[in-house]
C-alpha cells in the first residue's frame, strides 16, 4: 500500500517532457539545450540525455542541476560541445531561478514564519539596481495587527540587461513562494505588489515617456563628460544631501522598468480560489492609495521642481530599505489607503527653552535675596514681635557690636514670650516684653500680643453679641460628633461630580435647552411685566389717582424699552447660534467620551491643587522672613525698630510675582498634560489602541514642553504682579481725595483684569496648540488665535452656553450634597448636634471645591476638543483625506455629507 502511494506521490509531480523548453526563449538556456536534450521515444515522462546516452525522469530542477553539473561541463568539453556561458542573459536568468530556490536569507524567513503565529499577507517584488535583486514580504500578525516588514536578498546581479520583461517571466516560477507554501500552509499569498508604499508612488507617478528617458541619459552624459561639470553637479547634489553617485548611478540602469512590472502585475491578475473578494478589497484599496503614496513621497522631497522630483522618486535601495521596517496597518498608517496627513505630531523637539532658563534664573535671584533678607531678618520678629530695644520677646536675642544700640543688650526674654503695646500721648507706641497678660485686667491676648480692651472693644462687642467663642466650641464638638457623615457627604459630592460627567454626555442637551428656554421665557416675561407696569401706571396718572411728579411712568418706560432691546438681542443671539449651540452639545459628548477612555484625566487636579497649597505655605513663609527683615534704626524717642532698604521692598514683590509664577505654572502643567492626552485621543483613529495617553502626555510636558508653560506662567504673572501694584498705589492714595487720579488708576485697574482674563484664556489655546504641534508658545498663540478668530461665533457659543452649563453642574452638586446633609443631620436626628448647619456648610463647601476639580479639567478637555476639531477641518476634506473626527463632529463641518457618503462608503468596502 504505501509503495502504492510513494508511486502515486511520484507520477503527481512528473511532468511530460515539453518541446518549448529547446525552443521558447521564456526558459532559460534553451540555445544550449537543443544541443543534448531530447525527449525519450518511449516514455514521455522521461528525457533523454545525448552526450550521456541516458535517459532520466523529467523534473525541470534536475535539468537546471545537471546543466550546471561538473560532469556535464566535462563532457561537453572533451566533445568540443560549446556550452553557452557567454549568454549573459542566460546565465542571469539561471542563477536567479537557482538562488531563488536555494537562498540561505529565505530559509530564515521561513524558520521565522513558522516559529510565530502569524496570518499573513506577502507581496512579492523584485528591486533593480546595480547590486541586488530583492524579495520583499509583510507578515501581518492576527492578534496584534502589527506588521513585519523583511528583505531577501535572492542574488547578486549587474543589473544590465536585467529587463522587466525577464524578471517577470523569472517572478512567474514562483519557486520562493511556492516553498513557502509547502512549510507553511496557513500562509495566504497575494501576487500584489501594491501594498508596498514605494511601488505605489512609482505607479502613481505619471509614466515618463521614451524621450524622457533619453533625456535623462543624455544628462547623464553631459555631466560625466567634463570634470568641471562634474565638480559642479557634486556641489548641486549638496543641497539635496545626496551623493552625485546616487543620483548619476540612474544613467546606466533600466529604471523604467518598475513602471513596466507592476502594470503588467496588475494586467495579468490572477484570482486565486476561495479568495477573489478578499483580493478584489486589496487590490480597490491599493489603488486608492496611490495619489496619497506618491504625495506623500513628493513632500519628504527636498525638491519641489517636477524635473528633479521625479529624478529623485526612483532611488530603488534607498526607498527598499526605508520600507524595511515595523509597521502597522492601522488606519493611521500611512502605507493606509485611507491615509489623511498626520495632524498630531510625534517627533518633538523642546520648545521655549530660554524660558525655563529665565525661570531658574529667577528662582536662582530669589534664593539670594532671600539670603538677604534671612540674614537681616528674625522670623520670630513677626511671630512673638520685639520690645523697644529689639528684644524679641520668648527668645534669645543676641548682642548689636554698635555702641549705637547699646539697648539691645544680650537679653534671655524666653520667660516673657507675649508683647505689651501701649500708645502714648504722643503718638509713639511702646514695646515691652510681659510674662503674661492677666497681670493687667486692661489687656486682652491677640496674636502674643497684649492688646488694650478699648482698641479691641469693638471686636469683642461683636464676638459677644455673635457669640463667636461659644459658637467656635460648639462648632468643634459638632465636628467632632458628625465626622462620619462628613465623610459620607465627601463620597456623595465625588459621587454626584462623577455622576454628572456622566450626565453631561448623555443628558447635555436637555440641560442646554432648559437653560435657553428659561432664558427666553425670562426676557419675554420681564419685558411683558415691564410693559404692563408702565401701562398701569400711566392709566393712574391719567385718571387723576397718582400725582405725575410721584408717578413711575417714565422709569418704567425706560426699564421697558431697555429690556425689549435686551430680549430681541437674546432671541436673535440664539437664532443665529443655533447651530453652534448644537455643536457645544456634541462637544459635551465628545469630552464624556474622552473622560471615559482616560479616567485618569480627573486625578490630575490631585497634584495641581497640593503643588498650589505648597507654595501658598511657602509664600507665607517667605513673607514672614522679608518683613521681619530690616536695618536697625532709633525713632525719636530712641526705640529700636527696622528699616527696609531698597532691596527688601524688591524682595517683598519679587516674592510676591514668583508666587503667581509658580501658580500658573503648575496649573499650565496641568493643561499641557490634559490637551496633550486629548489631543493623541483625538487624532488616533483606532483608540482601542491607545495605550497610557495620560502618561505620555505628562512624558511630552517633562521632556519637551515645561519651556511651554513657563513661557506663559511669565506673562500672566508679570501682568498679576502689575495689577497687585497698581492695587497698592489705589490702597496708599485713599487719603488724598483725587477724583482724577482715582478714575485712572480705577480704568488700568479694569483693563488689565480684563487683559488678564483674556491672555488666560489664549494661553490655554496655545498650550493646546502645542500639544497637536509640539511648537513654541508663539506659534502655538498665532495658531490658536487664528483658529478662535475664524470660529469666533462657535467660541461664544462654548464660552457663554457651556460655561453657564458647567456652572449649573457645580451647583447642582453642591445643592445634592447640602440636601444630602439635611437628611443625614436633621431628618435623621442626629444625636448631640448643637448646630447642624455647621457640618452642612463645610460639606457643601467640600462639595464645591471637588465638583470644581473635576468640572475643571471637563472644560479643558471640551477647548481641547473644539481646537483639534478646528485644525482637523483645517488639515483635511472628509474625502481624499479622511477626517479624524467622529460622525457627530463631522455634522457641523460644510463638506460633511460628502464626508459622511465616503466614510459610508469606505465601511462598506471593508465589510
Not at 782 to 790: E, N, V, W, Y
Request: glycine residues 4%.
Amino acid at each position: 500500500m504505501e509503495t502504492c502511494n510513494k508511486t502515486s506521490v511520484t507520477e503527481r509531480y512528473k511532468r511530460s517532457f515539453q518541446q518549448a523548453w529547446l525552443t521558447d526563449k521564456r526558459y532559460v538556456r534553451h540555445e544550449e539545450f537543443k544541443y543534448w536534450l531530447r525527449q525519450d521515444p518511449n516514455d514521455d515522462h522521461l528525457y533523454y540525455y545525448l552526450i550521456c546516452d541516458e535517459s532520466f525522469d523529467v523534473y525541470l530542477s534536475h535539468i537546471y542541476f545537471h546543466a550546471n553539473s561538473k560532469t556535464h561541463l566535462d563532457i561537453c568539453k572533451s566533445r568540443s560541445i560549446e556550452v553557452n556561458k557567454s549568454n549573459d542573459d542566460s546565465n542571469r536568468q539561471t542563477s536567479i531561478i537557482y538562488n531563488n530556490h536555494l537562498s540561505v536569507e529565505t530559509e530564515r524567513v521561513v524558520n521565522r514564519i513558522q516559529n510565530t503565529q502569524f496570518s499573513i499577507f506577502i507581496d512579492e517584488m523584485f528591486d533593480i539596481c546595480n547590486e541586488w535583486m530583492m524579495f520583499f514580504g509583510r507578515y501581518v500578525d492576527s492578534e496584534t495587527l502589527d506588521t513585519y516588514s523583511q528583505l531577501v536578498k535572492l542574488i547578486e546581479i549587474d543589473a544590465k540587461g536585467s529587463s522587466a520583461e525577464k524578471l517577470f517571466h523569472a517572478f512567474q516560477c514562483e519557486m520562493s513562494k511556492l516553498k513557502l507554501q509547502r512549510v507553511c500552509p496557513r500562509l495566504l499569498t497575494l501576487p500584489c505588489p501594491c501594498y508596498s508604499a514605494f511601488l505605489a508612488a512609482y505607479a502613481a507617478t505619471n509614466k515618463i515617456p521614451i524621450f524622457g528617458e533619453k533625456f535623462f541619459r543624455k544628462v547623464g552624459t553631459y555631466i560625466k563628460s567634463n570634470h568641471t561639470r562634474s565638480a559642479l553637479f557634486r556641489e548641486f547634489s549638496k543641497c539635496f544631501q545626496e551623493t552625485d553617485y546616487k543620483i548619476l548611478k540612474l544613467y546606466d540602469i533600466r529604471w523604467l522598468c518598475y513602471y513596466s512590472y507592476v502594470e503588467k502585475l496588475l494586467k495579468s491578475w490572477i484570482m486565486q480560489q476561495g479568495h477573489k473578494d478578499v483580493i478584489t478589497t486589496v487590490r480597490e484599496n491599493c489603488l486608492a492609495s496611490y495619489v496619497t503614496a506618491a504625495e506623500k513621497i513628493r513632500k519628504r522631497l527636498p525638491v519641489k521642481n517636477i524635473f528633479l522630483s521625479k529624478l529623485n522618486v526612483f532611488k530603488p535601495s534607498i526607498s527598499l530599505f526605508e520600507s524595511d521596517r515595523k509597521t502597522s496597518f492601522t488606519p493611521d498608517s500611512q502605507d493606509s489607503p485611507n491615509y489623511s496627513e498626520q495632524v498630531f505630531v510625534k517627533d518633538r523637539s523642546c520648545t521655549d527653552i530660554f524660558a525655563i532658563i529665565i525661570l531658574l534664573v529667577l528662582a536662582g535671584g530669589f534664593i539670594f535675596m532671600m539670603t538677604n533678607a534671612v540674614k537681616k531678618g528674625d522670623i520670630f520678629r513677626m511671630i512673638n514681635g520685639y520690645d523697644n530695644c529689639g528684644n524679641v520677646c520668648g527668645r534669645v536675642t543676641s548682642h548689636e557690636n554698635n555702641p549705637k544700640f547699646d539697648c539691645k543688650e544680650s537679653a534671655d526674654k524666653t520667660h516673657e514670650p507675649y508683647l505689651e503695646i501701649d500708645l502714648e500721648v504722643t503718638g509713639v507706641k511702646t514695646r515691652t516684653c510681659v510674662p503674661s497678660c492677666v497681670q493687667d485686667k486692661t489687656k486682652i491676648l491677640f496674636l502674643n500680643r497684649c492688646m488694650n480692651k478699648k482698641a479691641t472693644e469693638t471686636i469683642s462687642s461683636i464676638i459677644r453679641t455673635l457669640r463667636l467663642e461659644s459658637l467656635y466650641n460648639d462648632a468643634v464638638t459638632d465636628l467632632g460628633i458628625a465626622w462620619r457623615e462628613l465623610i459620607y457627604l465627601l463620597l456623595i459630592a465625588l459621587a454626584l461630580s462623577l455622576g454628572i460627567l456622566v450626565a453631561f454626555r448623555y443628558m447635555v442637551q436637555y440641560v442646554i435647552y432648559v437653560v435657553l428656554i428659561g432664558a427666553v421665557l425670562a426676557c419675554i416675561g420681564g419685558t411683558t411685566y415691564l410693559w404692563l407696569a408702565w401701562y398701569r401706571e400711566k392709566k393712574s396718572v391719567e385718571r387723576g389717582e397718582v400725582d405725575p411728579e410721584d408717578s413711575s411712568v417714565e422709569p418704567y418706560f425706560i426699564y421697558a424699552i431697555i429690556m425689549s432691546v435686551v430680549s430681541v438681542i437674546v432671541l436673535l443671539v440664539i437664532l443665529v447660534m443655533r447651530k453652534r449651540i448644537e455643536l457645544v452639545m456634541q462637544l459635551f459628548r465628545e469630552a464624556g467620551k474622552a473622560v471615559y477612555s482616560m479616567p485618569a484625566l480627573l486625578f490630575q487636579p490631585i497634584y495641581t491643587y497640593l503643588l498650589i497649597g505648597s507654595t501658598v505655605i511657602a509664600w507665607v513663609y517667605c513673607m514672614l522672613w522679608i518683613e521681619s527683615a530690616g536695618d536697625i534704626y532709633l525713632n525719636r524717642k530712641d526705640h529700636i525698630h527696622f528699616k527696609k532698604d531698597a532691596l527688601l521692598i524688591a524682595t517683598r514683590w519679587y516674592n510676591l510675582f514668583l508666587f503667581f509664577v509658580a501658580c500658573e505654572f503648575y496649573l499650565g502643567c496641568q493643561h499641557m498634560v490634559v490637551a496633550c492626552a486629548v489631543a493623541r485621543w483625538f487624532f488616533t483613529r483606532d483608540k482601542r489602541r491607545l495605550s497610557l495617553p495620560v502618561a505620555k502626555g505628562f512624558g511630552y510636558l517633562i521632556r519637551y514642553h515645561l519651556g511651554t508653560v513657563a513661557f506663559g506662567a511669565l506673562i500672566i504673572g508679570i501682568v498679576r504682579v502689575i495689577r497687585a501694584m497698581i492695587a497698592f498705589v489705589q490702597k496708599y492714595l485713599k487719603r488724598y481725595d483725587n477724583p482724577c487720579v482715582k478714575g485712572i488708576l480705577w480704568c488700568c485697574q479694569c483693563c488689565l483684569w480684563c487683559f488678564e482674563c483674556a491672555l488666560k484664556f489664549l494661553t490655554r489655546n496655545a498650550y493646546v496648540e502645542t500639544a497637536i504641534y509640539g511648537c513654541n508658545f508663539c506659534t502655538a498663540g498665532r495658531k490658536a488665535f487664528q483658529a478662535l478668530s475664524s470660529n469666533i461665533l462657535r467660541v461664544a457659543a462654548i464660552n457663554s452656553v457651556g460655561d453657564f452649563v458647567l456652572f449649573l453642574g457645580k451647583v447642582l452638586v453642591v445643592t445634592l450634597t447640602i440636601v444630602s446633609g439635611i437628611y443625614l443631620m436633621q431628618v435623621q436626628k442626629k444625636e448631640g448636634l448643637n448646630h447642624p448647619w455647621i457640618p452642612i456648610t463645610l460639606a457643601g463647601i467640600f462639595a464645591f471645591l471637588v465638583s470644581h476639580c473635576f468640572i475643571s479639567i471637563y472644560e479643558m478637555i471640551i477647548d481641547t476638543i473644539f481646537i483639534c476639531f478646528c485644525e482637523d477641518c483645517e488639515k483635511n476634506d472628509g474625502i481624499n483625506r479622511p477626517y479624524f473626527m467622529s460622525r457627530g463632529l463631522m455634522e457641523f463641518v460644510e463638506n460633511s455629507k460628502k464626508a459622511l457618503r465616503h466614510l459610508e462608503e469606505r465601511g462598506a468596502v471593508a465589510t
